[in-house]
C-alpha cells in the first residue's frame, strides 16, 4: 500500500495512521490522550515526539473520534481474545509452576545465603561453570529438598 499522506506530521501506511518521523501510531497514543492519563510534557518526555507532533494526534483524534475509538476498541478486543485463548489449564498449570518455582528459588537463595561455605568458587572456574553448578544444585534441591544442598555444594 502507498502511504496517504495526511498532513506534514500524519500518514497512513496501513497499520493505522502514525507520525511520519516515528512510526508511532494513533492508536498507541489514544488510550493515555483519551483517558488524560499524561500530561502534554509527560508524553513529550515518554515518546520520541515534538509538541507540534502531539498537537497533530490530538487533531486528528478531534477530527476522527468515532473512528479512532472504534479502531481502538478493536485493538482491545483483539487483546482480550488472545489472553482468553491463552487461558487454558495447561497455561494456569505452567504459570502455577514458575511462581511456585520462583519461590523455591526464593527459598533456596536464603539457604545459600545461610551456608555460603557450599559455593566457594573453585580455581579456574567460569563464571558459566559456576552457574551452571548452581543451577544444578537448585534443581536437585527443588527435587530432593534442602538435605542435599550440603552433598552438590
Given at each position: 500500500?502507498?502511504?496517504?499522506?495526511?498532513?506534514?506530521?500524519?500518514?497512513?501506511?496501513?497499520?493505522?495512521?502514525?507520525?511520519?518521523?516515528?512510526?508511532?501510531?494513533v492508536?498507541?497514543?489514544?488510550?493515555?490522550?483519551?483517558?488524560?492519563?499524561?500530561?502534554?510534557?509527560?508524553?513529550?518526555?515518554?515518546?520520541?515526539?515534538?509538541p507540534?507532533?502531539?498537537?497533530?494526534?490530538?487533531?486528528?483524534?478531534?477530527?476522527?473520534?468515532?473512528?479512532?475509538?472504534?479502531?481502538?476498541?478493536?485493538?482491545?478486543?483483539?487483546?482480550?481474545?488472545?489472553?482468553?485463548?491463552?487461558?487454558?489449564?495447561e497455561?494456569?498449570?505452567?504459570?502455577?509452576?514458575?511462581?511456585?518455582?520462583?519461590?523455591?528459588?526464593?527459598?533456596?537463595l536464603?539457604?545459600?545465603?545461610?551456608?555460603?561455605?557450599?559455593?566457594?568458587?573453585?580455581?579456574?572456574?567460569?563464571?558459566?561453570?559456576?552457574?551452571?553448578?548452581?543451577?544444578?544444585?537448585?534443581?536437585?534441591?527443588?527435587?530432593?529438598?534442602?538435605?542435599?544442598?550440603?552433598?552438590?555444594?
Amino acid at each position: 500500500m502507498d502511504p496517504v499522506i495526511l498532513n506534514e506530521y500524519l500518514y497512513e501506511r496501513g497499520r493505522g495512521v502514525e507520525l511520519r518521523s516515528c512510526r508511532l501510531t494513533v492508536n498507541e497514543l489514544y488510550p493515555m490522550l483519551a483517558e488524560a492519563q499524561c500530561s502534554d510534557a509527560r508524553m513529550l518526555e515518554l515518546y520520541p515526539i515534538t509538541p507540534a507532533e502531539l498537537d497533530a494526534v490530538k487533531g486528528y483524534i478531534a477530527e476522527n473520534a468515532e473512528a479512532v475509538a472504534a479502531a481502538n476498541a478493536a485493538i482491545d478486543a483483539r487483546i482480550a481474545r488472545k489472553i482468553a485463548e491463552q487461558d487454558t489449564p495447561e497455561m494456569r498449570a505452567r504459570r502455577w509452576w514458575t511462581r511456585e518455582r520462583m519461590f523455591q528459588f526464593r527459598e533456596w537463595l536464603g539457604e545459600c545465603e545461610r551456608h555460603p561455605e557450599l559455593f566457594l568458587e573453585i580455581d579456574g572456574e567460569t563464571s558459566r561453570e559456576r552457574r551452571v553448578r548452581q543451577y544444578t544444585a537448585f534443581r536437585q534441591w527443588t527435587e530432593h529438598g534442602s538435605a542435599v544442598l550440603a552433598e552438590v555444594g
